[in-house]
């Protein structure tokens, strides 16, 4: 099996966590530190879980890649994950890698718990029922197949439009959460969006749940849906349906980077619990 991230697990601090870890945790998996936004909220709801987050940063942003490439990327990194640190389960904090990789995944482990991403269009149709409702999202998301057919559920009940931000999740990874270039750029892409009056925002990339307020600001206060939530609900759903929660003890959140880099560590944990 092709091992793409040996070195990171064979520092001292590593090895401490896994052996702490190993058998009853959750692997939380995203391109960078999006996939913190969904993270948090799940720490919050299950505090006595364990936990540990992966992002690629070395690949990293996945959106602008090929969805074939982002499969394999994910497929190769979740194969070594999986071998070291026997997850209960595994969310995809990451829409780009749900539509990529999601149904290869759900056949490769199906004794694990799998859970993916989805813009959180549902609740926005439902609240803005015939309202033009902005899904920004990476050019992946966009163009794949789970992400038409999610439209296709709606088409008939609002006006969604799609809007392809390929660079908006490198503001998130700078830690540039709201500055001048970053308003100019979502002003530039919500423009068209806004001449008819905007309703909603979903925020179709786990990195924008950084963003929100930038966001909500350039979609001149229009609401904003954002899936972290969602996909929390079915983790907690999914872990009750097959017993495995931890009800006792004191938790913990372990964070790992393609790049082993210890800046993107701290930062990803910052976010976490700031
Ligand atoms: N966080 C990821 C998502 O939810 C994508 C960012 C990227 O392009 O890598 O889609």
Redesign the pocket.
């Known amino acids: 099996m092709i091992d793409p991230v040996p070195s990171l697990f064979n520092t001292p601090i590593i090895r401490k966590t896994m052996e702490k870890h190993t058998l009853n945790n959750i692997l939380f998996y995203?391109?960078?530190i999006?996939?913190v936004s969904v993270l948090r909220l799940a720490q919050r709801t299950l505090p006595k879980e364990n936990f540990i987050y992966y992002g690629d940063s070395k690949n990293?942003?996945?959106?602008?890649r090929s969805a074939d490439e982002v499969c394999r990327l994910v497929l190769e990194n979740v194969a070594g994950l999986v071998a070291r640190l026997c997850p209960k389960a595994i969310v995809i904090?990451?829409?780009?890698?749900?539509s990529a990789a999601i149904g290869e995944l759900r056949s490769r482990y199906p004794n694990l718990i799998v859970i993916g991403?989805e813009p959180a269009l549902k609740p926005a149709v439902k609240a803005y029922p015939g309202g033009n409702i902005a899904v920004l999202?990476?050019p992946?998301?966009i163009r794949e197949e789970k992400f038409r057919t999610l439209c296709g559920q709606y088409y008939n009940e609002a006006n969604i439009i799609p809007i392809e931000c390929a660079g908006l999740?490198d503001f998130a990874e700078r830690g540039e959460f709201n500055s001048p270039e970053l308003q100019t750029y979502l002003n530039i892409k919500l423009d068209g969006a806004l001449c008819g009056g905007l309703s909603a925002v979903v925020l179709?990339?786990?990195?924008y749940a950084f963003l929100a307020e930038a966001i909500s600001q350039a979609a001149r206060e229009a609401e904003i849906f954002d899936g972290g939530d969602g996909t929390v609900r079915e983790l907690v759903k999914r872990l009750t349906e097959k017993d495995l929660f931890v009800s006792e003890g004191t938790g913990s959140v372990a964070f790992l980077n393609s790049l082993n880099d210890e800046e993107k560590n701290e930062q990803a944990k910052k976010l976490c619990f700031e």
């Open positions: 995203d391109s960078g999006g996939g990293a942003p996945y959106g602008e904090a990451c829409n780009t890698a749900t991403m999202a990476t992946i998301t999740m179709g990339c786990t990195h």
